[in-house]
């Protein structure tokens, strides 16, 4: 009999560390999973318009971006930034995944979401060089007008504009980023337009899922 309980008491014990090991190596499941879209105006070259995914909106902030938390994702025109490196003292960072979220209905979307993707496979801001004014497409070509600002690289990927063209060509990517909020939390945003309903650009539309858990 007392081999018998030892025998089980042995079990339980393994069950429980295999059990932790695996709460270990994923994150507790995200609830309330929300599909969401939104259109944020991006056309003016000076301004940068900041996004917290925690209120859903558009958010105020300060002169001094960089040592406030309050928001995930900045705008300016194609340029991103997330809450990280040389943009904030957040935890942000970004991560091009394969697939499209387009499809996803937001009754679907609001069930659980898990996304396997590795933390150290997010990328943080660096300075990136962008025009903060609007550029003079007959200035001398050897003149570079652009200057150098802190932003994402990963999420900066979503457009591709060409300016050396008359006019500028633009191509979108079709696929989703998985974004690192400024607190540790985690969504997956896709864009889906540059322009509003009159066809006029500097109207940047993007979906997304949040919150989102991730393993590696």
Known sequence: ??????????????????????????D???????????????????????????????VAVPANF??????????????????????????GGAYAVTYSIKNVTEESALASWSVPVSSASFTKDSLIKTYMNIPNMYADSDADQRVDVPANTALGSWMVVKMSSIPPTYA???????????????????FTNYMNDKAEKGYVTFEYIYPVTIWN
């Open 1 to 26: 009999m007392k081999k018998y309980f030892s025998l089980v008491m042995a079990i339980i014990a393994v069950s429980s560390i295999m059990m932790s090991c695996s709460k270990d190596d994923k």
């Open 172 to 190: 979108m990517t079709e696929n989703a980023f998985v974004v690192k909020t400024a607190n540790g939390k985690y969504a997956v945003v896709q």
């Open 66 to 91: 960089k040592n406030d938390k309050t928001w995930d994702l900045a705008l300016h025109r194609w340029d991103v930034r997330t809450n990280s490196g040389e943009s904030g003292i957040g935890q």
């Open 28 to 58: 507790e499941p995200a609830t309330n999973s929300v599909k969401r879209s939104i259109t944020i105006k991006t056309s003016d070259y000076t301004k940068w318009t900041y996004f917290s995914f925690e209120k859903g909106d558009t």
